[in-house]
Nanobody, 125 residues
């Protein structure tokens, strides 16, 4: 089993930055970030492989968000810059066993991930 705990959410003004962290009980080959706004479906926004060399981003965050991981600290991070009100959502980290899927669309698909954190709220005013 794998446990994940997110932190770092909060209230920030548009144009500001936040850094989310996800501590995982053990490293897995592929991890990702998802978000869900009220009344909307869960959206995959970033994915990273074990070595951190391969990352993938949704168009909605590309160029603004950076996904990274430090396996020595069992931590994955999401640096979020140039935040917009439409980024307001509950943010979740997730992990899967096995390599990241080959296609970006699959890497950002919630059903590809088995383990989930409880989420951290990000609000952009």
């Amino acid at each position: 089993d794998v446990q994940l705990v997110e932190s770092g959410g909060g209230l920030v003004q548009a144009g500001g930055s936040l850094r989310l962290s996800c501590v995982v009980s053990r490293n897995t080959d592929c991890m990702g970030w998802f978000r869900q706004a009220p009344g909307k479906e869960r959206e995959g926004i970033a994915s990273i492989d074990f070595g951190g060399d391969s990352t993938g981003y949704a168009d909605s965050v590309k160029g603004r968000f950076t996904n990274s991981r430090d396996n020595a600290k069992n931590t994955m991070s999401l640096q979020m810059n140039s935040l917009k009100p439409e980024d307001t959502a509950m943010y979740y980290c997730a992990a899967r066993l096995g390599w990241c899927p080959a296609s970006l669309s699959s890497r950002l698909l919630a059903t590809e991930y088995l383990y989930w954190g409880q989420g951290t709220q990000v609000t952009v005013s």
